[in-house]
């Protein structure tokens, strides 16, 4: 079909490295932490200052996710068609390897609360930003030259999920199912990423043309 991938690209396998390192890290949580729950905790609070494994988690598990997700988007730059605005999209969809790095350097306390440590503050300012910059430039991204309008419909509705989701999961009413948004919102974000292969200069023909 002239509207999906047709070659393989060199992208697809940081791609699903990154899709399981992702899920393993949930799986591996769970193992460790006898007492973690997906549902009303944040990912963060896997590495929570004073948590089972705090440290470990940050260095094994959110760093090298961080890596792997900036050589994902490193990686897919020469094969995408973004330019100007787009680009800029592109640009800020980096903010998700940020987000991790931020997780692990400037860890949250034990329940992640909206005041804490001077560690906490800075985690809370690094998550708000990744979370809009990266709904932002997912945004941005329908902007991308010569792109089918499933295509630019998808990202319109990814990045208001990530956006309204953000809102959602930090509302004190919903702290019970906090951590089940989020993992939502990581999905999305996600497919974010697997979205990058509808975007190669192969396939420009098959869309519009702005």
Same mark, same amino acid.
């Given at each position: 079909?002239?509207?999906?991938?047709?070659?393989?690209?060199?992208?697809?396998?940081?791609?699903?490295?990154?899709?399981?390192?992702?899920?393993?890290?949930?799986?591996?949580?769970?193992?460790?932490?006898?007492?973690?729950?997906?549902?009303?905790?944040?990912?963060?609070?896997?590495?929570?200052?004073?948590?089972?494994?705090?440290?470990?988690?940050?260095?094994?598990?959110?760093?090298?996710?961080?890596?792997?997700?900036?050589?994902?988007?490193?990686?897919?730059?020469?094969?995408?068609?973004?330019?100007?605005?787009?680009?800029?999209?592109?640009?800020?969809?980096?903010?998700?390897?940020?987000?991790?790095?931020?997780?692990?350097?400037?860890?949250?306390?034990?329940?992640?609360?909206?005041? +804490?440590?001077?560690?906490?503050?800075?985690?809370?300012?690094?998550?708000?930003?990744?979370?809009? +910059?990266?709904?932002?430039?997912?945004?941005?991204?329908?902007?991308?030259?010569?792109?089918?309008?499933?295509?630019?419909?998808?990202?319109?509705?990814?990045?208001?999920?990530?956006?309204?989701?953000?809102?959602?999961?930090?509302?004190?009413?919903?702290?019970?199912?906090? +951590?089940?948004?989020?993992?939502?919102?990581?999905?999305?974000?996600?497919?974010?990423?697997?979205?990058?292969?509808?975007?190669?200069?192969?396939?420009?023909?098959?869309?519009?043309?702005?």
């Amino acid at each position: 079909m002239e509207h999906t991938p047709t070659k393989s690209s060199p992208v697809m396998p940081q791609l699903i490295i990154l899709t399981l390192f992702w899920v393993g890290l949930q799986l591996v949580a769970t193992w460790v932490k006898d007492d973690f729950s997906h549902v009303g905790q944040y990912i963060s609070e896997i590495n929570a200052t004073g948590s089972t494994a705090a440290g470990a988690f940050g260095w094994v598990g959110f760093i090298p996710l961080a890596l792997i997700s900036f050589g994902v988007l490193l990686t897919a730059r020469p094969h995408l068609r973004v330019k100007g605005i787009s680009h800029l999209g592109w640009s800020l969809l980096f903010f998700y390897p940020v987000a991790y790095l931020g997780a692990a350097l400037a860890p949250c306390d034990l329940g992640c609360p909206a005041d +804490g440590s001077s560690s906490q503050a800075l985690h809370n300012i690094i998550s708000i930003v990744s979370y809009f +910059g990266f709904a932002l430039g997912t945004l941005l991204l329908t902007f991308t030259p010569k792109t089918t309008w499933p295509v630019r419909c998808a990202f319109v509705l990814l990045s208001l999920i990530i956006a309204l989701g953000f809102v959602l999961m930090i509302n004190p009413e919903l702290t019970e199912v906090r +951590g089940a948004m989020q993992r939502y919102v990581e999905l999305a974000q996600l497919v974010v990423f697997w979205l990058l292969l509808w975007l190669k200069p192969e396939e420009a023909n098959g869309g519009s043309d702005e």
